[in-house]
């Protein structure tokens, strides 16, 4: 030969004094002529071999992720979500959302009785002894619930305050169950 060929659109050779070009792999693209195979831009993919050009790489979906070279989208985990395409990461849920499943394009308000912090997977539930409503601004954390007052009582994972029955109360703050009057008293008031 007196002259070297260009490798086709689709293929690469990347070592001098080649007999033959070989073929662009998944999660890249190889123009007319290339030395090297191109990986797909981030927030793109490509699960074929032998693409010719960037335009060629799938566009990745909502409610997942592809970095640099991708062969495949990954879905977005709990507590993460990507709301548009062509995303190359995952976005955490605020503090205050969670979201549990996979692959998601939003986070919901986390629920009363609950906190979520950022990136929640779940909603966690305050302890006994304290509330969370879902009128607070905030509820990103075990010290964002509020302890319950005297006479009522917030079992785990309450929205709100319950008074004591009658016959029952609470003498200090923070309590989970109320306790019985004793042999001899009675407490015919609720929330005492």
Avoid at 57 to 82: E, M
Avoid at 122 to 140: N, W
Avoid at 147 to 169: L, Q
């Amino acid at each position: 030969q007196s002259i070297c060929v260009n490798c086709i659109a689709g293929d690469f050779q990347e070592t001098a004094g080649s007999t033959a070009c070989e073929s662009c792999t998944a999660g890249n693209y190889c123009g007319a002529g290339a030395a090297a195979a191109l990986p797909c831009a981030a927030g793109s993919y490509s699960n074929i071999a032998g693409l010719t050009a960037a335009s060629e790489c799938t566009t990745c979906p909502a409610g997942s992720a592809c970095s640099t070279g991708s062969t495949a989208h990954t879905l977005c985990a709990p507590g993460t979500f990507t709301a548009t395409t062509g995303q190359a990461t995952c976005t955490d849920c605020s503090a205050g959302k969670f979201q549990a499943n996979a692959g998601q394009t939003a986070c919901g308000d986390c629920t009363a009785g609950y906190y979520c912090a950022s990136a929640s997977a779940a909603p966690l539930p305050c302890p006994g002894g304290t509330r969370m409503d879902t009128s607070l601004a905030v509820m990103s954390s075990v010290t964002d619930c509020i302890t319950c007052i005297t006479g009522k009582f917030c079992p785990v994972g309450s929205a709100a305050e319950t008074d004591c029955a009658p016959g029952t109360y609470t003498a200090s703050v923070g309590q989970s169950i109320c306790v019985n009057c004793i042999a001899g008293d009675f407490q015919e008031t609720a929330g005492s």
